[in-house]
């Protein structure tokens, strides 16, 4: 099993307009997904049975429908905000997260386990972090799109005026931290402490907008 968390540096409206995406953002969306749609498979063999007539034919090339890979018709809805089944949510979040890594100012993963989210926010609370800057705090607001979260996946996103609180409380208690905390705080902070310097400039992207000050951090943790 794969445990992680994913952290997007990215105005969350910005996010949010990809599941009601005017055209131009619709082309992005479609070619920032082009490497891992899949609509269609090789042909299934041709067989003394599928000759006997049309009930028994298939197409040279039908759609392949795949737990946990994404296809047009996944994007084309997400992008106009129609409801995704249970079945395809897998496949709608590894879209979701390509949209991310396209239209974020960086992007960050970070091995964590189940069992070390209660350990390393113990260590922070003991070392006087407010539990409103804990890790489960990274996805605590809601990001309010269509797409609901898919079972073992807990996401959301920490605003941007809380994202230099978390940078001062996590820095001045880092030495006072157990290693293992330390050791997955460390490229977190260096992570959250760019968002300044990635709010201020305009990156010259019409479709990303410069951020007035820092922006906001969307946090996914999934385990798979």
Not at 36 to 60: E, F, M, Q, V, Y
Not at 61 to 80: F, K, L, S, W
Not at 128 to 142: A, D, V
Not at 145 to 171: H, N
């Amino acid at each position: 099993m794969v445990e992680e968390l994913r952290l997007w540096a990215i105005d969350v409206d910005v996010f949010r307009q990809c599941f009601a995406a005017p055209p131009d953002l619709a082309d992005r969306l479609r070619r920032a997904g082009e490497a891992i749609l899949h609509d269609r498979g090789p042909g299934r063999p041709a067989t003394l049975l599928s000759k006997i007539g049309p009930l028994r034919r298939h197409p040279p090339e039908g759609a392949v429908i795949r737990p946990g890979v994404p296809n047009r018709h996944d994007c084309e809805a997400m992008m106009t905000s129609r409801y995704i089944g249970s079945d395809r949510l897998d496949a709608c979040w590894v879209l979701a997260q390509a949209w991310l890594d396209d239209l974020g100012l960086a992007t960050l993963r970070l091995p964590l386990a189940r069992s070390q989210i209660d350990e390393f926010e113990f260590d922070l609370v003991r070392n006087g972090i407010p539990t409103q800057l804990s890790i489960r705090h990274l996805w605590q607001h809601s990001l309010d799109i269509p797409l609901r979260p898919s079972a073992d996946m807990s996401v959301g996103y920490m605003t941007r005026d809380q994202v230099p609180l978390l940078v001062d409380q996590w820095s001045a208690a880092l030495d006072d931290l157990q290693p293992a905390t330390a050791d997955f705080a460390r490229p977190l902070l260096e992570f959250a402490a760019a968002f300044e310097e990635h709010g201020t400039p305009d990156s010259g992207d019409p479709l990303v907008p410069a951020a007035p000050g820092p922006v906001d951090l969307v946090a996914c943790w999934t385990a798979r």
